[in-house]
């Protein structure tokens, strides 16, 4: 599989190291072997070779802070703008693991449909482009028969969208509710030790969980873009974020916390969504909702089915690696489903 690699940071480094350490399992057990022929990233070059570049030589490039620092091959070319590799590239799939822009999803989102027309499948891990453009980008892809799979958006590697859409096909999902920003998850678990909010938002960005900014994560609007993937993805339901009853951890005081733990109950960031339109909230849950007894920066979501009632699933929600085996995980399934 031919694979371009646009953004190089964090989650596309994860995935390149995964690709290294299980080079010889993916093949003897999936038959899977991936050729990086283009990364891109905004301000530290482009690399393109469509006969596949060294991954050891790229991982060692960006560590020295630029792919100028790629050594000098035959094929190896630099510095093409995104638009010309994705079309040079000769790429099977493209990987958006770009920075996330919420507010108009782009460029990401023009390479996705570039990629699109070219006739390359696309997996995203930045959540703007889903959040913004889902049906632009379902529809582009159906058009172009091509795969459009973007597991990393909501759960990083914990597989949300494939258990709603692939486990439990044929169930009827009425509603999907869960903890899908592990900042503030962390940060209520420590503000129920008695820690002062300022105090917990400290620590939190000193661990490197919040920006220097949190405003996205404490005031619920990294969790209301991924309730709004979900929405698109489950329901088809034609929201926005601006669509969201959306609130976050902001709004509650220690007092707060206190009053919840003596009813016998814990405050959790909830981000819900329904056929009908969604919310994200800070909420009092029973301490016997499974929701309730997750803590940390771990996730979870809760769908609920006709068929099965409440199904639960909790797992990591962000990282180098756990991202990273998002963009793998969805990788194998366009292999697995026979479209490579």
């Avoid at 023009?110 to 913004?132: E, M, S, T, W």
Wanted: with cysteine; net charge negative; proline share 3%.
């Amino acid at each position: 599989m031919k694979i371009a690699l646009i953004g190089f940071g964090t989650v596309g480094q994860g995935f390149i190291e995964i690709l290294k350490e299980k080079h010889a399992l993916l093949a003897a057990v999936y038959g899977f072997s991936a050729q990086i022929v283009a990364v891109a990233t905004h301000s530290r070059g482009t690399l393109m070779d469509p006969h596949g570049l060294d991954l050891d030589a790229l991982m060692d490039a960006i560590s020295q802070g630029h792919l100028g620092n790629y050594p000098k091959a035959d094929g190896v070319v630099r510095d093409l703008p995104v638009e010309k590799i994705i079309d040079q590239c000769g790429a099977d799939v493209l990987l958006e693991a770009s920075w996330t822009n919420l507010k108009t999803g782009q460029p990401a989102t023009d390479y996705c449909l570039r990629a699109f027309q070219n006739g390359q499948h696309v997996v995203l891990a930045n959540k703007g482009p889903v959040a913004l453009h889902y049906q632009q980008l379902a529809d582009a892809a159906r058009a172009a028969k091509k795969s459009l799979r973007f597991e990393g958006t909501v759960m990083a590697g914990t597989p949300s969208l494939t258990l709603a859409k692939e486990a439990l096909a044929g169930c009827t999902i009425s509603a999907a509710k869960g903890i899908l920003n592990g900042s503030t998850n962390y940060m209520l678990t420590e503000m129920e030790r008695g820690i002062d909010y300022e105090d917990v938002m400290d620590d939190a960005k000193a661990k490197g969980y919040l920006e220097a900014d949190p405003t996205a994560d404490v005031g619920g609007w990294d969790a209301a873009s991924k309730a709004v993937i979900l929405a698109r993805s489950l329901f088809g339901a034609d929201i926005g974020i601006n669509d969201l009853d959306v609130s976050g951890i902001d709004v509650l005081s220690a007092d707060d916390i206190a009053a919840a733990q003596a009813a016998g109950e814990r405050y959790k960031l909830i981000a819900e969504v329904t056929p009908q339109g969604g919310s994200v909230k800070a909420v009092r849950l029973p301490l016997a909702d499974p929701l309730a007894g997750v803590g940390g920066t771990t996730n979870a979501i809760t769908f609920e089915t006709d068929l099965l009632g409440p199904v639960t699933l909790v797992g990591a929600g962000a990282g180098r690696r756990e991202t990273g085996f998002a963009l793998l995980a969805d990788v194998l399934a366009i292999r697995r489903q026979g479209f490579l």
